[in-house]
């Protein structure tokens, strides 16, 4: 016979006791109720009052009767040294009622300054009911912990005089002394929390493989992208004629190139820089300050428009990209490097409050490659925000445009083929809609958390226009005829696709944005200690990751038209899938760093992370 023994936990507070709970970081208790106990961690889990939950130790928790046993303790001395201290301060000319209106007027004052302290070391020190619904956006604690401290020294700052002549003389009591180091002691606290909020911390967890991983990035993306387009060329792209055959080396540059892609560049610069379009500010950064962006990217699409246009009317030959593909690709490479080495240089002479949270690892290769600084700079041009959405992306319907000439002008047709509508379309699609909502991009980890580095530099100016352009480049030389009921079928897959993608963006961006509008009071959340809340409906009750499924359907929708003769048109579905599936498990980690047991709880209410009932 098989014997089973349970050894029951070695608990000291039942669930749903009420205590006192220690504040992390702080000598502050306030009344919280148990929820769970964690028999191997041995932590409790407990619940204040304005809903924050935390996991604390056993020995920051204590009953309230020994509160209320230490203030009766406190509050009682000897009767001797009452008497005494009475009889030392007992004026002979004052009579008793006046000195017990006295003496209570002075309790009273004194309950008035302690009730101060407390209120505004809750504010300090817990979230704010305000800002329980927050979701994934920066906290401003910084700007709240400023002006709380400045109101506690108004409020608490007594008459100069009278400070100085009790300390002149010594006519403190212990009283006033021990609570004169209380004072001192909140005002540490909150000293080390600024502190501690506005230092950039060394980045320990390395991505991309750390240094080694970073540094053979450097040479690999490069060498993709050149891979990729050699394939397209190919009258059979398979990967059984892998490698393809190699050009020499003098004919991947060309100067004229070089400036047209350089003038290009310049020329979004200077739409970005026009006074149109209006300034909005950014998500708070680690000190609290926040920056300031002008939306104009739709603007510059526009006049991007009407300038190809006018081209296009003076006989300009816009297909002059597809004849110099590969060394427009080459020029691009050439420009990110460079630029890579001008931010990782100014980035140098950064502040450490400027510095990117995952690119200050202290290893010059790693820092290169993520981005040491955060937003770098000239003046008001903000060289990340620019690269992010404008030379790129504009440039990919540009390109997309010139292989759709170039295909009509090869095969003598007057008419594009149905494939390269549908996927000049959905692409143009996809791009307008990025610039139409250009401001949901300040709240993506690209403008928050990623520094401006080789990575960012290299995808936004060649892998974004270059790669994502694949398809059209195939199409161009290996020609694909659909049937209309198979174009409206990927039409309808496209559509569901960028659906879940805007609403599923949309209800974030909205959330993060004002999470007391009431046009999102239908959406529930859990409340973290960050004092941010977790969407738990919509579509972020569906899956954790809706926007990325929606991408994924999409990017199936784009190479659908190209059939399925060669896999090459698909690399982008899998680099997709594979991009997506790293950032999800980034975003894992550092959600479960940052929110703790709440995304626990969110996990356990969320099962799926990209794919419902998959994965």
């Known amino acids: ?207 991309f493989g750390g240094r080694f991983g970073t540094f053979m990035l450097m040479f690999f993306l490069p060498a993709t992208v050149l891979y990729l387009l050699l394939m397209c060329k190919q009258d059979d792209p398979s990967l059984m004629n892998f490698p393809p055959p190699l050009p020499a080396l003098e004919s991947l540059w060309e100067a004229k190139v070089f400036g047209v892609f350089l003038l290009w560049f310049f020329f979004q610069a200077l739409f970005y820089l026009l006074p149109i379009g209006k300034v909005v500010e950014g998500l708070p950064l680690s000190n609290g300050r926040k920056l300031q962006y002008r939306i104009n990217g739709f603007y510059a699409f526009v006049l991007t428009a009407a300038a190809i246009g006018t081209l296009l009317y003076f006989q300009f030959e816009l297909h002059y990209l597809y004849d110099h593909f590969l060394q427009f690709a080459v020029s691009a490479a050439a420009f990110s490097m460079a630029l890579s080495i001008y931010l990782y240089i100014r980035s140098l002479k950064a502040p450490e409050e400027d510095l990117a949270p995952g690119g200050n690892s202290g290893y010059l290769v790693y820092d290169f490659f993520t981005g040491h600084e955060l937003n770098p700079r000239i003046g008001s041009f903000d060289l990340k925000y620019f690269c992010e959405l404008r030379p790129g992306l504009i440039g990919w319907v540009v390109i997309n445009l010139a292989m759709l000439l170039a295909e009509m002008k090869i095969h003598n047709q007057s008419m594009p083929s149905l494939s390269m509508i549908l996927v000049n379309s959905f692409q143009l699609l996809y791009v307008v809609d990025a610039l139409w909502n250009e401001e949901a991009v300040l709240t993506t980890m690209d403008i928050t958390h990623d520094g401006f580095g080789f990575m960012l530099a290299f995808g936004d100016l060649v892998w974004v226009p270059f790669v994502y352009s694949l398809q059209a480049f195939y199409l161009v030389g290996h020609p694909i005829e659909i049937s209309w009921p198979a174009a409206a079928a990927i039409t309808i897959l496209n559509c569901i696709g960028y659906y879940i993608f805007r609403s599923a963006n949309s209800q974030k961006n909205n959330f993060r ?59 982008y579905v899998i680099y997709f899938i594979c991009l997506l599936v790293h950032r999800e498990a980034r975003d894992e980690h550092h959600c479960k760093k940052k929110y703790g047991l709440a995304w626990e709880r969110y996990c356990q209410r969320v099962p799926y992370r990209i794919f419902p009932y998959i994965y």
């Open 1 to 207: 016979m098989r014997c089973c023994f349970w050894k029951m936990p070695n608990r000291k507070y039942a669930d749903g006791e009420v205590v006192m709970g220690r504040w992390p970081g702080s000598v502050l208790y306030y009344e919280v109720q148990v929820t769970s106990y964690d028999d191997a961690t041995h932590l409790y889990t407990v619940k204040y009052k304005d809903g924050t939950e935390l996991a604390l130790k056993e020995n920051d928790i204590r009953s309230q009767s020994s509160f209320k046993h230490r203030k009766s303790q406190s509050s009682s001395s000897s009767p001797s040294r009452r008497s005494t201290s009475r009889s030392r301060s007992r004026s002979p000319g004052r009579p008793a009622k006046g000195r017990r209106r006295s003496s209570s007027h002075s309790r009273e004052h004194k309950d008035d300054k302690k009730k101060i302290i407390q209120e505004t070391s809750l504010a300090l020190l817990k979230p704010s009911e305000n800002n329980t619904r927050r979701y994934n956006g920066e906290p401003d604690s910084t700007e709240r912990n400023d002006t709380s401290s400045k109101l506690l020294e108004q409020k608490l700052k007594p008459d100069l005089e009278v400070e100085r002549v009790l300390d002149q003389y010594g006519l403190r009591s212990r009283r006033e002394e021990k609570k004169k180091e209380e004072i001192y002691s909140e005002r540490k606290i909150f000293e080390t929390i600024k502190t501690t909020e506005k230092a950039s911390p060394k980045t320990k967890e390395l991505e």
């Open 513 to 571: 944005r004002n999470p007391a509008d009431p046009k999102l009071s239908y959406l529930k959340v859990i409340p973290t200690a960050t004092g941010k809340g977790l969407l738990v409906t919509g579509w972020w009750g569906f899956v954790r990751h809706p926007n990325y499924l929606g991408d994924i359907i999409m990017a199936l929708a784009w190479s659908l038209p190209c059939g399925f003769n060669h896999i090459l048109p698909y690399f």
